[in-house]
């Protein structure tokens, strides 16, 4: 296998943004608590079996860096406006401790401790490369990685390619056989190529002027208000749907021809109608900003913002919300433009965000094509460290609140609700994490009750 080659750009040459990387521009208040910060980073873990040669691990990963100039782009900004900027690829740090003295039964907890540490931590993003490593070694042949990267060049679809990337590295330094890496398009590749091919929209654009004409994102009332300006933290609140409701959500997908994320939508939508007593609901989510093929193997910050806007008027079950939801997404992913391009045809639909006692929360399904179950390159093996539910911890959430769930190894959904506590207290998120569970349970056990 060889590492496939990678022209680095001039230090002179001006790349521009992508739209994505603008939208990040959006919330940045030029303080370390924005999508500039140094704790908006993204941190995975897998334990890692196998005879483990550190030095050929710390080369992977400066492979890796070579390999994806995202995770050594830097935003500058001049007197003509923003740009990014590549530079040349420097050493990955990777911090490696001693966890000899750890009883075998303890390892997964301590790993999954590992995970929790990292997410606590500060990275600024003015060091380069982007991405660093935390290594545990328990023994010879067990270990647990964690790799941290900043959100600005990363999404979470470009952590386990990240990590896939890396075990084939390692196992080409260590001479073994493992496939080949696909070609590499850069994100530099990507952004020009949004900006020649997007920079109309067309037909996309007066669909989202239609569809969104007097609508405004749907936020929630804050228990604080921002005029307090109490210290800006992000919190975090996970707890897990069970495998019954989990296998329900997927027989009722099936038979609705919905995707997961649309059943859990449905569900969303519904529980954000009760809490805001509203009827017409706009819930900002986010498509992968992937688009073409080419691009499924090119680590960078890809994610679209998108607002989803339902009329629940009328729907008397949730069967016939779902038929709803599927009808917005189906729509929606077929005129998928940059948000930006959206909020140029409907500026008034972020309204919400300047006020002083509403926050807007954004739902995520996360769904990667590449897999967290247990992998080999080489003599190695590897397999992704589970989310826990009691992890206090995570990165951090620009502005309002996140939900982020997950279908997990186990069949569980994994959630994850990530808010500032400048604004919100912990209570109003479990009390809403508790009633959008039992929400489903109730949904998937009889879709065709009336909607209380």
């Given at each position: ?6 022209i ?6 001006r ?19 924005g999508p ?14 196998g ?7 710390r ?15 830097s ?19 990777l911090e ?57 060049a ?11 990337d ?60 921002r ?26 997908s ?20 009760k ?28 994610f ?35 948000f930006?391009?959206v909020?140029?045809?409907v500026?008034?639909?972020?309204a ?20 967290s ?5 080489g ?23 996140l ?15 990530g ?34």
């Amino acid at each position: 296998m060889s590492i496939s080659e990678t022209i680095d750009a001039p230090e002179t040459t001006r790349i521009p943004l992508s739209f994505n990387q603008e939208f990040l521009c959006m919330f940045d208040t030029g303080g370390d608590d924005g999508p500039f910060g140094s704790h908006y980073n993204i941190v995975y873990g897998w334990r890692l079996e196998g005879r483990l040669d550190v030095e050929a691990l710390r080369e992977a990963l400066n492979d890796v860096v070579a390999r994806h100039e995202a995770l050594r782009t830097s935003i500058e900004t001049d007197e003509h406006g923003r740009y990014q900027k590549v530079l040349p690829p420097a050493p990955v740090s990777l911090e490696v401790r001693d966890l000899s003295g750890t009883d075998p039964v303890d390892r997964d907890r301590i790993a999954g401790e590992l995970v929790n540490e990292a997410e606590a931590g500060a990275y600024g993003i003015e060091e380069m490369p982007l991405l660093r490593g935390v290594l545990g070694r328990f023994d010879a042949r067990d270990a647990a990685l964690v790799l941290i990267a900043h959100h600005s060049a990363v999404d979470e679809w470009s952590m386990r390619l990240l990590m896939r990337d890396l075990a084939l590295c390692y196992a080409a330094r260590r001479g073994q056989d493992a496939p080949a890496l696909p070609e590499v398009h850069q994100y530099q590749e990507f952004a020009r190529w949004q900006l020649d091919t997007l920079a109309g929209g067309g037909k996309a654009r007066a669909y989202w002027r239609e569809k969104l004409s007097g609508a405004q994102v749907s936020a929630t009332r804050t228990d604080h208000p921002r005029s307090e300006n109490r210290p800006k933290t992000t919190s975090w609140h996970r707890f897990a749907i069970g495998k019954d409701t989990t296998a329900g959500i997927l027989k009722l997908s099936r038979t609705t021809r919905s995707s997961p994320f649309m059943i859990l939508l449905a569900g969303y939508s519904v529980l954000l109608g009760k809490v805001n007593d509203s009827t017409d609901i706009v819930v900002p989510t986010f498509a992968s900003g992937r688009g073409q093929a080419r691009f499924h193997d090119t680590v960078g910050s890809f994610f679209n913002f998108m607002p989803l806007r339902t009329d629940l008027s009328g729907a008397g079950t949730f069967r016939e919300v779902v038929k709803r939801v599927r009808a917005t997404c189906m729509e929606a992913y077929s005129n998928d433009i940059p948000f930006a391009q959206v909020l140029e045809e409907v500026p008034a639909l972020m309204a919400p965000l300047g006020e002083d006692d509403r926050a807007v929360a954004a739902f995520q399904v996360f769904r990667s094509p590449f897999a967290s179950d247990r992998e080999v390159a080489g003599d190695l093996e590897y397999a992704e460290i589970p989310r826990r539910i009691d992890q206090p911890v995570g990165g951090d959430v620009p502005d309002g609140a996140l939900w982020q769930l997950e279908i997990d190894s186990s069949g569980e959904i994994l959630a994850t609700l990530g808010f500032n506590s400048n604004l919100f207290d912990e209570s109003t998120f479990t009390a809403q994490a508790a009633e959008f569970t039992r929400l489903l349970r109730a949904a998937i056990a009889d879709p065709d009750a009336p909607l209380s």
